[in-house]
């Protein structure tokens, strides 16, 4: 009976990921997620609370109950995946056909890679047993079911960084299965030569397969190096204690905006470069955030989890556990709540085992982000801000402005709200508190579009200096946007603020620059540029 209590939950806890989904608020937002999640962590630790009230014998232990959940997760997620391949359901992106139950297909392959390992463990395990009850006939065939459609699907997702993770984790928890450690010392000491050859072979195959990954994507993965690039440059300046929880944003578009400012970039560079929300290597975005010593912790914390589950033989666990670490390396899991929490319970099966005092702490813990994200999830002033957004798309500023008002205590640590309401107080020419909420934003979002109406602001105030100064800033920070160039050879041409030189350089970049994508917005520009220039 306990162990039913402590299934459901880990059940209701991990579910989060694959049913908390909301029509109410915009594609990708996480509030709801948050909102869910604080719910289901309460139910999380009442239910272990209430087994450990009813626990007498540990029959089922809590990394067992994980491992399961998951990988009956995984089958849940694999078939969504599956349907959405064949058009039996919809995707949760415009741009892309399998999403699962996420918002990317990036993100819901990284999670099916990270239950890979889990099936295949418990899948050579049940195999190795020749006389199986009904009940591990039913988990062979389960494990060996939902590896299978994770087979199937994970390439369909294109996710290079969940192809490595699946089989990484994959060859380690296979490897760890037939004892390849020890094998190999034995095959080394009998035959050196031929271990040394094989690890030449070895490694031009990987050397070969990683270049091939690269070239399958090859600007995604020049993106990917410039963005950590960035993000290492931003660690520099602030090696010890970083920049601060929630500050990844505003130190990469300060520390991109230094580096193209220089003028020594490559046009690859320049093509690639974005405003990222992420770092996409968890590893850079802890240490950007939170400082090199805290990532060394956080390291040492995982590794001695992993450490001990690989010591109390849960490898499927700590398979899981490094699936997810390869992943993290090129993406952002941590930065979607379900996985994150997904993670932690991994970590936590690594430890907890059978032990009733470790498990007690780590339901404490959960109890902690529980709490907060029940309390700052902002599910309803997001609900609330999503309704709005439709008259700020219509154009119906006045009446987007009072209800931006409104949520403004609220959503104060929102880049995009910021944004829209600060450019919203720009079209009423109300300038001076548009570049109060602009420069609020900036703390929160690397978005170079915020420069440029903040220099339209300090323009129409006829503050010219000022103008040019952001106006400047926006081509630094993505000197490949023709935009800001464009409002420069305006702010050249105001008659009280004449700068020929300057106006024929600024206009000469509109005419011949490259547009990343050809549009119409771009045609008119070069239009208009051109009158001025007669």
Not at 296 to 302: E, K, Y
Not at 497 to 509: I, N, T
Request: a positive charge; one cysteine or more.
């Amino acid at each position: 009976m306990a162990d039913v209590i402590t299934l459901t939950g880990v059940a209701a806890i991990l579910s989060v990921v694959v049913f908390a989904t909301s029509n109410d608020i915009p594609v990708g937002e996480m509030a709801y997620q948050k909102l869910w999640l604080g719910r289901m962590l309460f139910v999380f630790v009442a239910c272990c609370l209430l087994s450990f009230c009813l626990n007498r014998k540990n029959y089922l232990s809590f990394p067992s109950i994980v491992t399961w959940v998951l990988i009956v997760l995984g089958g849940m997620e694999a078939i969504w995946g599956l349907r959405q391949i064949y058009g039996l359901a919809v995707s949760n992106h415009s741009l892309y056909a399998l999403t699962g139950s996420f918002y990317n297909p990036g993100p819901y392959s990284g999670y099916l890679a990270m239950i890979f390992p889990l099936c295949l463990y418990e899948w050579l395990n049940l195999k190795e047993k020749t006389e199986r009850t009904w009940v591990e006939q039913g988990k062979y065939y389960i494990a060996l079911g939902v590896m299978l459609l994770i087979l199937c699907v994970l390439p369909a997702g294109m996710s290079r960084s969940a192809w490595i993770a699946a089989a990484i984790s994959g060859i380690w928890v296979y490897g760890m299965h037939v004892s390849w450690g020890s094998k190999l010392k034995e095959f080394g000491r009998k035959y050196k030569k031929k271990l040394v050859l094989a690890c030449i072979a070895g490694s031009v195959i990987i050397i070969v397969a990683g270049y091939a990954l690269f070239q399958l994507k090859a600007t995604s993965a020049n993106g990917r190096l410039f963005m950590w690039k960035i993000s290492s440059m931003a660690i520099a300046e602030s090696p010890l204690i970083g920049h601060g929880t929630g500050n990844f944003v505003s130190a990469y578009g300060r520390a991109q905006e230094s580096y193209f400012a220089n003028g020594e970039f490559s046009e690859t560079e320049e093509l690639v470069a974005g405003s990222p929300e992420y770092a996409f290597n968890e590893y850079l975005q802890v240490a950007m955030e939170y400082g090199i010593p805290f990532l060394l912790v956080v390291s040492l914390v995982i590794a001695f989890c992993l450490w001990k589950g690989s010591s109390e033989g849960r490898i499927g666990i700590c398979g899981g556990v490094i699936s997810f670490l390869v992943f993290a390396f090129s993406s952002y899991p941590m930065q979607i709540p379900g996985f994150a929490v997904t993670f932690y319970l991994l970590l936590a099966a690594c430890v907890i085992g059978r032990s009733k005092v470790i498990l007690f702490l780590f339901i404490s813990m959960m109890a902690l982000l529980g709490t907060y994200y029940w309390k700052n999830n902002q599910y309803a002033a997001c609900k609330d801000w999503y309704r709005s957004k439709m008259l700020y798309n219509i154009g119906a500023y006045q009446s987007a402005k009072e209800d931006y008002g409104k949520l403004y205590p609220e959503l104060a640590n929102r880049g995009a709200f910021l944004f829209e309401y600060g450019y919203s107080l720009h079209k009423l020419k109300e300038y001076d508190n548009s570049t109060r909420i602009l420069e609020e934003a900036m703390t929160h979002s690397n978005d170079p579009m915020i420069l440029n109406i903040i220099g339209k602001n300090y323009q129409a105030l006829g503050a010219y200096e000022k103008a040019e100064e952001y106006l400047i800033r926006s081509t630094h920070r993505l000197p490949g946007r023709i935009y800001p160039f464009y409002l420069l050879v305006k702010l050249y041409a105001e008659p009280e603020y004449c700068q020929p030189e300057k106006l024929k350089r600024a206009a000469e970049v509109v005419l011949t620059k490259e547009p990343k994508v050809q549009s119409t917005a771009v045609k008119e520009m070069r239009k208009e540029v051109k009158k001025l220039l007669k």
